[in-house]
């Protein structure tokens, strides 16, 4: 047999369970081509499910010999390490498989998220965190990591992976949703964008962390040229009151348009959405279109408790109509933990946030990325989501809208991304029809009573 044969034969023993049986099969493969670095990472896969964790990442180290390219193999070895608590040796395999800090706090177990934190043994990433770098003096730099660190961690916990929350929805105008799907005149089709959040209808956009980390309103800093850019969705893609809130025809309520998008319009890993996080040699190498950013539930504070309410969540009915009313008990018991989760570590923000030394102004630039993924309570129901990037409006790519209201960022052309198209319970059948003529994507009305 060739090693080819050996490596497929193990790859059916693993996928079987029978590790011992890969191993043997993975044996004969290296035996046969000692230079298979794909063998060696497979072998150490299964002695990893036997639980010799340093037998493993013996043979990880092989494979990255062999390949020091091989992303999985860092991946892997990076686990083997964590799970023998040698912490400083999973993070530099995390790092060298290319993730951010946020993807690490993600990827770490629970327990020993805090942990690397509190020794220091991510501070090296914020070398490369330009976003840290100008915020921060640098003579202060080593007193504001672990705070800026904490924030991160909690963005890492809001992270939205699981299918089964997905597709989200967005509410928009109808001639929105015609510049994002149907070709113009020229044959062009438009990208969907980032707007700038800081001119929102809502006034406690971004004041809310503050308000609970510093018990007081924190001013706007227009010395400092960062702003967020966002883009924001529910799971709910028939919510009559969004209807009646979003994309009006001349303050008409529920005339727009709810467009839902499918799981790859996201990126799946935990990533910063930040040009400013990233050094110009950390940047993706091919910085296309399909640059993708990961999607983030939000959080609900009451400002005069101070305390967590809510996260953005799918609801029950919603479940009950997609026939996975299964699924409903164990969602709403693992969201109630991140909630107290998501609680319990903001209220140790707030205590490193009391030490003296430390500014006020700094800590809030620092925290922007948490700062608009937190509104205040009286929102809980439109249960949101968001991607969330972080550019300086001095940056070429922002942009200025036509009526010069409004600065954002292209995202992604998004047709190919789109599930279905529902329209407001007032708009017209032949606007429905119309659409799904032009760009054969899945159009309907709703079906929601609205007089």
Do not use: W
């Amino acid at each position: 047999m060739t090693a080819e044969e050996y490596l497929n034969k193990g790859i059916k023993f693993y996928n079987n369970g029978d590790f011992k049986r890969a191993i043997e099969n993975y044996d004969k493969a290296i035996e046969t081509n000692p230079n298979d670095a794909i063998a060696y990472n497979n072998r150490g896969l299964a002695k990893y499910n036997l639980g010799d964790y340093q037998a493993a990442i013996d043979d990880y180290s092989k494979a990255i010999e062999i390949n020091p390219n091989y992303v999985m193999a860092y991946n892997n070895m990076g686990v083997a390490y964590e799970l023998l608590k040698q912490l400083p040796q999973a993070i530099d395999c995390y790092q060298k498989a290319g993730k951010d800090i946020l993807e690490i706090l993600n990827f770490l177990d629970k327990e020993n998220r805090s942990s690397v934190i509190q020794k220091g043994l991510l501070n090296n990433f914020l070398n490369n965190d330009i976003h840290y770098l100008e915020t921060v003096p640098e003579k202060d730099r080593a007193k504001y990591a672990i705070p800026y660190l904490y924030s991160i961690y909690i963005i890492s916990m809001l992270h939205i992976s699981d299918t089964d929350e997905l597709p989200v929805s967005y509410y928009t105008k109808k001639e929105v949703a015609d510049a994002l799907l149907v070709k113009d005149k020229d044959g062009k089709i438009g990208k969907f964008r980032l707007n700038s959040i800081n001119y929102s209808n809502d006034p406690s956009e971004g004041q809310i962390l503050c308000e609970c980390l510093f018990n007081k309103k924190q001013e706007r800093d227009d010395t400092n040229p960062a702003r967020a850019f966002a883009a924001c969705f529910t799971f709910n893609s028939d919510c009559l009151n969004h209807f009646r809130l979003y994309g009006k025809t001349e303050s008409r309520e529920c005339t727009g348009v709810s467009i839902t998008f499918n799981e790859n319009f996201f990126e799946r890993s935990a990533k910063l959405a930040t040009a400013l996080s990233m050094s110009e040699s950390a940047k993706p190498k091919d910085e296309t279109p399909e640059n993708k950013h990961a999607l983030f539930r939000c959080i609900y504070i009451d400002p005069k408790t101070q305390e967590v309410i809510s996260l953005g969540h799918k609801e029950d009915f919603l479940f009950h109509r997609e026939k996975k009313s299964g699924k409903i008990e164990k969602y709403n018991e693992d969201i109630k933990k991140l909630t107290k989760d998501v609680s319990v570590e903001l209220q140790k923000l707030k205590k490193q946030c009391e030490d003296k030394e430390l500014d006020e102004n700094i800590l809030s630039q620092l925290f922007i990325n948490l700062r608009y993924l937190t509104k205040h309570v009286a929102f809980k129901e439109e249960q949101e989501c968001r991607i969330v990037q972080i550019e300086s409006v001095k940056d070429a790519k922002v942009e200025v809208s036509e009526d010069r209201k409004q600065m954002y960022l292209e995202y992604l052309e998004c047709k190919n991304y789109v599930k279905e198209i529902v329209f407001g319970p007032k708009t017209s059948n032949i606007d429905c029809d119309r659409l799904m003529h032009e760009t054969l994507i899945p159009c309907r009305k709703s079906d929601n009573p609205f007089a």
